[in-house]
């Protein structure tokens, strides 16, 4: 018998989880108040998530519960506590990136189902099955896939396999933006996202949304999704109301059940229930194919809901009340909920209408929420809308009483590093490339060793003009690239095999799915920082993986990796001291629909996107540089350092200018420290 596909709901709060179970979810996925993607949600409380569990079991519903976010190794005997709690407690499943997290959990709380979170960034079979051969029970795969894709991995793996349907999008791949975290530590890997796609941004002379995508929408792909054996639907929202769960798990639980009597009734039917979706222009993304994929409008602000326009001016009436004044729209009403975009970009406010008032030019609204001229209003619920639920925690939640202890995580375990494991690279300077070409033009102040990204283009230039490359094979890098989708498996393997053949040795990995590329071809291994070794227990796994050396993430602080260093060799880390880092990495080439490849946003930030056939980034044009520190890394025995020069233009004395900074350990002028310094933001910790 065929497992019938589960609809997961999102549940910010007790209100949204009465309207999920009330509308005919089978699972729900929620947050407690640390460590999950959504930091901004409201979350549960701990006798509030036991009750959940409790309830929904009785029920025959599942409860999964979001650790998805990266830990610091100040963080570990938190993230010990948590997951010690959560083995008491014993949700359905832990949805979890940190692979710091994996190993805690495999080595010491084996009863905990592993979920892999869309921020593992697992796009291929070799990553659904890297993960399986680790204890995963699911793998909630990266967005950027096609129907034929998932078929695909599908007919690879036995994991049960979970997919976005319905929700908001990143314009970046699944757990490759750092864009947030640039901009002042608030970073996404720490579920503190501020939504840089959502920006309004200047180009060639023109203000539009150029990074905010559509939202998503595949409730008319029900039926292939189910047949092509997906195991999990899930909805995105935990920051949405309880009405707006409400009604898309009604459309979606519709269309589940219905497309096999009338696929067109049944279709009809959904979508008729998602108009009361108050959200973004919708789009099925890649689904369709990534070529054919159009899910970005500049002309469309990055907000939500029915846009009522422009704020014409302010009343202020006899009582002092302030009064919106607006064009006539028929339709909107007291009660409704609308929300305030700032004209300059600065800020968006949720409020409800307390007041309409026709008059002869348009019409008056008061609202609870400041708002100013020329601020846009939008419709993003109407009163009709609200439902009541019935609530699904017991009153009285007394009995329910297990919280975290205060026990102290101990020190994972990993294999130990030998000397010649740490040896097997010589100290230096290494430098990353992303043109085949910039490798002779690194040969004017030449590196330890020349770093190259491996790409599908430049695995293709590579082979072309492999007779002129200037660098000995065992001199040479490949960089393997973070984003690792099945269409890129086919060719990835043979293209790895051949250049060991020619004497390749050492390999940079970035994505899960690269380390069964690797394993047990005697080659010196990389961990890549799209790996986000944030803390021992991270650094531990990849060691026991394979890795000879790790990068830090390039979010990382100072304080940070000196911690990590305390327990693991720091001959082991290889930081990156310059770079023009990727803030996005977008899986379609942006650079062929836009005229202009600079941006700039609201703070007077300017960025450039760079394309690459297959897909582009985004980087700022202020670079972030930590070549005055190379002296002080290497005293703290870290002698290998990385330049990052990819996706820039090497020309205009860069790349000598940068080197030569590098070499007498001088200040970088115009540059970044990013989080090297600061470290990330903290509620706790700093002002908002």
Known sequence: MVKPTELLAPAGNPEALDAAIGEGADAVYLGLHSFNARMRSSNFAFNQFEATVDVCRRQSKKVYVTVNTVFEQREADRMWQLLQYLDRVGPDGIIVQDLGVVKMAVDNFPKLALHASTQMNVASARGVNYLSRHGFKRAVLARELSLDEIRAIRQSTNLELETFVHGALCVSASGLCLFSGYLGGKSANRGQCTQACRRLYESDQKSGYFFSPDDLELIQQVPDLMEAGVDSFKIEGRMKSADYVGTVVAAYRYMMDNWRIDRERALLRARAILSK???????????????????????QPGGTGIPLGQ??????DDSGARWAVMHSFDGIGEGDSVRIHRSDDSGRITAKVRGVKPIASGMLLLVDGEFRQSDTIYLVQTAGMSRRYKPLLPKEIAKYHKFPSRDLSPRPDYPAMTRQ??????????????????????????????MILFDRKNAEKLRAEEQTIPFKRESLVLWLDPYFPEDDAAWLEPEI?????????????????????????GLTVIAGPWLY????WSAAFLISE????????????????QRIAENVPAAAFMPVVFS??????????????????????????????????????????????????????????????????SHVDLGKGLYRHVMKAAAEGAVLPDTERFNWKEGFWSPEEKPT
Do not use: C
Not at 501 to 518: A, E, M, Q
């Open 421 to 450: 494991s740490l040896t097997a690279l010589p100290d230096g300077l290494y430098v990353l490339v992303s043109k085949v070409g910039d490798l002779h033009a690194i040969l004017s102040a030449r590196p330890e060793k020349a």
């Open 497 to 521: 095999a051949y250049w060991i053949g020619r004497g390749i040795k050492t390999v940079v990995v970035n994505n899960p799915g690269h380390f069964s590329l690797v394993r047990g071809k």
């Open 533 to 536: 070794a944030f803390n021992r």
């Open 580 to 645: 023009y880092p990727p803030l996005f990495r977008i899986r379609k080439d942006l650079s062929k629909v836009y005229t202009s490849k600079f941006f700039t946003d609201r703070d007077g930030g300017t960025y450039e996107l760079v394309g690459n056939r297959d897909y582009s980034v985004v980087v700022p044009m202020k670079p972030f540089s930590l070549v005055d520190r190379i002296p002080f890394l290497k005293k703290e025995g870290m002698g290998k350092v990385i330049l990052d020069f």
């Open 277 to 299: 979706d108050f959200a973004r222009r919708k789009t099925s993304f890649m689904v369709s194919g990534v070529e054919k994929a159009e899910y970005i409008h500049p002309d």
């Open 546 to 561: 394979g890795a000879n050396y790790i990068i830090p993430p390039l979010e990382i602080s100072k304080q940070n990796l």
């Open 311 to 316: 704020v014409r001016d302010i009343h202020v």
